[in-house]
């Protein structure tokens, strides 16, 4: 049974360009929440999907942007990338009606 | 608004010795309560949860926690540390709408 799976696991972009990080779920879960960490600080909430709609949001601006797919893989989109979007970003899946939220690997995005 | 509070940004025991990390959560309502691992480069693994019920939660690797509500703390603690526990611990607390708040994290150091 596969876990939370995210790609890709490195990435490095310039100032400007847009960005698209994948999270595919664990098997039997339909709730998908997208988060950044950045160095040195634990992980902030950015938005959470649930049957492909957004179901709350955190405190991001409007450049990033998010969609659930019918099999419930998630896509993190991030337009006019800054220097201060470097960080990890981790996909965090779990069932709506439980609890128990687990989180993949993470994608480690650069923007140069 | 809800919130997390890690005083201690590192910490470091000997090989054999217990531990204690603390953590402080504001939140209105019974809190939903974990702690996470984070060893470099990687996601984050669940240790424990707390829900409701017995306030002493148990967990994996040995690892177990107490929310005490009069002290709006939940502190993680291990008996005897192992080298291999050298990570980054986040307690985190949940609202009603499956968000996860982190705090910024304690860093484990384990001396030989």
């Known amino acids: 049974d596969a876990g939370v799976t995210q790609s890709p696991t490195h990435l490095i972009k310039t100032r400007g360009q847009q960005v698209t990080l994948r999270c595919s779920p664990k098997s039997g879960h339909d709730t998908v929440s997208w988060y950044q960490q950045a160095l040195g600080q634990g992980p902030q909430f950015i938005f959470q999907?649930?049957?492909?709609?957004?179901?709350q949001r955190g405190n991001f601006p409007d450049r990033f942007s998010g969609h659930q797919f019918p099999n419930y893989s998630s896509e993190l989109n991030v337009n006019a990338l800054l220097l201060g979007d470097s960080a990890l970003y981790l996909c965090?899946?779990?069932?709506?009606?439980?609890?128990?939220?687990?989180f993949g690997s993470g994608t480690r995005l650069t923007v140069v | 608004a809800q919130s997390v509070t890690q005083p201690d940004i590192h910490i470091t025991v000997s090989e054999g010795a217990s531990l204690e990390l603390r953590c402080n959560y504001s939140?209105?309502?019974?809190?939903?309560l974990f702690w996470y691992v984070q060893s470099p480069g990687q996601g984050l693994q669940l240790l424990l949860k707390y829900f409701s019920g017995d306030t002493l939660v148990q967990g994996i690797k040995g690892f177990e926690a107490e929310f005490k509500r009069s002290q709006s703390s939940f502190n993680l603690r291990k008996p005897s540390v192992h080298w291999s526990d050298a990570a980054e611990y986040f307690c985190?607390?949940?609202?009603?709408?499956?968000?996860?708040?982190f705090g910024k994290g304690t860093r484990l150091h384990i001396l030989p």
């Open positions: 965090a899946t779990g069932r709506a009606t439980n609890y128990g939220y687990t």
């Open positions: 999907y649930y049957e492909e709609e957004e179901r």
């Open positions: 985190a607390v949940m609202n009603r709408d499956d968000k996860i708040i």
């Open positions: 939140y209105g309502a019974t809190p939903y």
